[in-house]
């Protein structure tokens, strides 16, 4: 297993390499970050549908009551915006995929503002399978509540995140594990890192779950 902080002279300039570690492992390190955090906090778990992230970021919430803390999970898309914004120039079209298909506006007035103001926050605006408003109903929160809200392309969007961690895949690995159908997102994806190359505090390479590995930045 590789060591934290090894460097590949030449190659990584000073940024620590990648560290190969247990699925289980990784949700104890960044669990371990994330319950650290002064409350409420706010995490952002980033990734492609593909990487399932919603599914990570309750593995690592489910480690809350270990380390004293309550904890929620966020899925992005539960705040998508309505098919007829959506779907306005086509349902494969990738710059709607990246600018109109999720409302992260919505996001931030509706569950970061109010987590940290008002220690309550939405769990949904909006239901993307049947295209109406999720009518759910605001929750309260403990005030030592750690927030994960997972989905794709939250890196960039100046967001009020206190910890990032970025799912990343390779395009071989997308193509892979996404449906035909949604191949058009790949192309989405790429361009939206190219125009917010935002570094996260913790990249995972993800091209296979079984075998994650983590750097840190």
Avoid at 111 to 128: F, G, I, K, S, T
Avoid at 150 to 169: I, N
């Amino acid at each position: 297993m590789a060591t934290f902080g090894r460097t590949v002279p030449g190659i990584d300039d000073g940024v620590p390499e990648f560290a190969a570690l247990t699925p289980e492992a990784l949700a104890d390190r960044i669990a371990d970050r994330a319950f650290a955090l002064p409350a409420p906090a706010v995490v952002a778990v980033d990734g492609a549908d593909a990487a399932d992230p919603v599914r990570f970021a309750r593995t690592v919430a489910d480690r809350a009551v270990g380390h004293g803390r309550a904890a929620a999970v966020i899925a992005l898309h539960d705040f998508v915006r309505p098919a007829s914004l959506r779907y306005e120039f086509g349902r494969t079209d990738e710059l709607s995929y990246r600018t109109a298909w999720f409302d992260y506006a919505a996001l931030n007035r509706e569950v970061l503002q109010p987590l940290r103001d008002h220690h309550r926050y939405l769990p949904a605006l909006w239901n993307e399978r049947t295209d109406r408003a999720a009518r759910a109903a605001t929750r309260a929160t403990p005030p030592n509540t750690v927030l994960f809200v997972a989905g794709p392309m939250l890196l960039g969007r100046d967001l009020p995140f206190d910890l990032t961690v970025s799912l990343r895949m390779s395009d071989a690995a997308l193509r892979r594990t996404t449906p035909e159908a949604d191949h058009f997102t790949i192309a989405a994806l790429r361009a939206h890192e190219r125009e917010h190359p935002d570094e996260p505090d913790i990249t995972v390479a993800w091209d296979h779950p079984g075998r994650p590995a983590l750097r840190l930045r």
